[in-house]
């Protein structure tokens, strides 16, 4: 809708126009500060030129109502063009809310070190990460998701290391000395089993082989945050392993150019002369890499391969990282501005108002997969979406456990049901509801039409802004709109109930699109284990 006013007020004007939502319904559906913008050039009052450009919409098919007030032009939509709007959305439900972008984009998140299950940071990442995915691919860009796997370095070591450790101690019963730094819980357990059975016991023992076991075991463990990723609905249509990158290390150095300096015996990359706070370690003086290493050698080649877009998601800590990356691009002879960093903030987790205990198979985390089994993952995507990314988010499980409307997830499915079971009482046909106009409803029934009808526009501002959150704000609005609507006007056996049922439908459609933009399937009715 707001494209379309937007389209037709550009021609009219000549120039882009400001389209705003008036807070007091009884205004209008839309309006525009755009008579104070003229005022200088016209040299006349806002006041007089909104009267005068009010009254130039006369006989106009798309509103009902124009009207000047001090000075901003609030626009009433017509029935005409709500009805065959809405009409249109069911007769074409995979085309709602979509659009023609052509832009190709590179999305990269979670990339978790392979070496134990996703924990509930990760998560917040990954959820972020697929809503801006569904997003983007349902206004149609040309979008991949990748996921840099990072099997390189002394956290690889470490798993290694860790195994061994664990099978010592639980599989050869000896009494084991654990480090100050290492990897723990029962995701360990098969490992160590498996790769008795796989090298032999004496694996547990050589730490010479520590590496071997390591490089071996980590394809185990990505197993492991496949599932996690899919049991939340989340798919990567790539994955790059940081081990396969060094074969082109010196073809991205000579590109680096001056970019990079020895000193000291280490190699650094000149990242204060692009931003950064000071130059950075690229090659350490035993010969090893720094993590920055790879991500140069992975820049390199994700700019050859031909996107316009560029997305990384990373967690918060990464800060401080991002000018050196982007230092990097530049040295490889980028444009850097095409690369776009988006953090994610950790996550504090209660359970009825105390901080949530680390169960015995975490180790030392609060493990994705255990928050999926309490909650299911319907609720954790809610969740995990339901607020900026870069900002703080606490929750208590208990809340999304309940099956009232304090619950936001539980809230918006039940509205969807509500919908359902409204249909299947009626006694009219499919095609006389479909065949009704969605005109004289009266003013309830059309702001509910016009909150419906409002997908589009949060889709692409949600998408736009990197703002997933809107999504889910706008639903939970759409909801109580819903239900609101249901407790005030009756519809079954009424006159009007083909229209009604025939508007609760592009409701439905809403909801159904929104939450699966959310990677959450709309129920279509709601079980005794929900209610």
């Not at 809503?131 to 099997?151: K, M, Q, S, W």
């Not at 999304?400 to 299947?424: C, E, G, L, V, W």
């Amino acid at each position: 809708m707001k494209q379309r006013v937007s389209a037709l007020l550009r021609e009219k004007f000549g120039r882009e126009v400001v389209l705003e939502k008036p807070r007091d319904r009884s205004f209008g559906h839309f309006a525009t500060p755009i008579a104070f913008a003229l005022a200088k050039e016209l040299k006349q009052s806002p006041i007089k030129i909104a009267d005068e450009i009010a009254s130039s919409f006369e006989d106009n098919g798309v509103f009902s109502r124009v009207e000047s007030v001090k000075g901003y032009l609030n626009f009433r939509l017509s029935e005409n063009f709500l009805s065959e709007y809405g009409s249109w959305a069911l007769e074409n439900t995979e085309a709602f809310a979509t659009q023609e972008k052509k832009e190709k984009i590179l999305l990269e998140f979670v990339s978790a070190n392979p070496t134990g299950p996703l924990h509930i940071g990760h998560a917040r990442g990954a959820v972020y990460g697929d809503t801006l995915l569904r997003l983007a691919r349902h206004l149609g860009y040309d979008i991949t998701a990748e996921y840099y796997v990072n099997d390189a370095g002394n956290q690889i070591d470490l798993l290694g290391l860790s195994i061994q450790l664990y099978g010592r101690e639980n599989i050869l019963n000896e009494v084991v000395e654990y480090p100050e730094s290492y990897y723990r819980g029962d995701y360990l357990a098969p490992l160590a089993h498996n790769a008795v059975e796989k090298f032999g016991i004496e694996i547990l023992s050589d730490a010479s082989r520590q590496k071997e076991l390591a490089l071996w075991a980590k394809d185990g463990v990505m197993q492991i945050i496949k599932k996690d990723l899919a049991d939340t609905n989340i798919f990567f249509d790539t994955f790059v392993y940081e081990s396969t990158l060094y074969d082109d290390w010196d073809r991205a150095m000579l590109k680096m150019g001056e970019g990079v300096y020895k000193k000291d015996d280490k190699l650094f990359i000149a990242s204060s002369l692009k931003g950064d706070d000071a130059d950075r370690v690229v090659v350490r003086e035993d010969g090893r890499p720094t993590y920055l290493a790879g991500d140069i050698v992975y820049h390199n080649q994700k700019f050859e391969r031909g996107y316009e877009h560029y997305i990384n998601i990373w967690g918060a800590d990464h800060h401080g990282y991002i000018a050196r990356v982007k230092a990097s691009v530049e040295f490889l002879g980028y444009d850097s501005t095409k690369l776009e960093i988006l953090l994610s903030q950790m996550v504090s987790l209660l359970k009825d108002g105390e901080p949530y205990k680390m169960s015995k198979r975490a180790g030392n985390v609060i493990l994705m997969s255990d928050i999926v089994e309490e909650i299911g993952s319907d609720a954790l995507r809610f969740i995990f979406a339901s607020k900026k990314s870069d900002t703080a988010l606490e929750f208590d499980l208990a809340e999304f456990k309940k099956q009232d409307s304090s619950n936001p997830i539980f809230y918006i499915q039940y509205a969807h049901a509500r919908i359902k079971t409204i249909i299947s009482k009626s006694d009219l046909s499919h095609d006389e509801i479909m065949s009704a106009a969605l005109k004289n409803l009266g003013e309830n029934a059309d702001m509910l039409m016009f909150d419906a009808l409002l997908l589009p526009e949060i889709v692409e501002d949600a998408f736009s802004s990197r703002q997933v959150q809107k999504l889910p704000e706008y639903l939970k609005s759409l909801a109580a709109s819903l239900h609101k609507f249901y407790y005030d006007c009756r519809i079954i056996g009424t006159q009007d109930e083909a229209k009604l049922l025939k508007l609760l439908m592009v409701v439905g459609l809403s909801l159904k699109t929104g939450l699966s933009l959310m990677g959450i399937k709309a129920k279509d009715y709601m079980s005794k284990e929900d209610i």
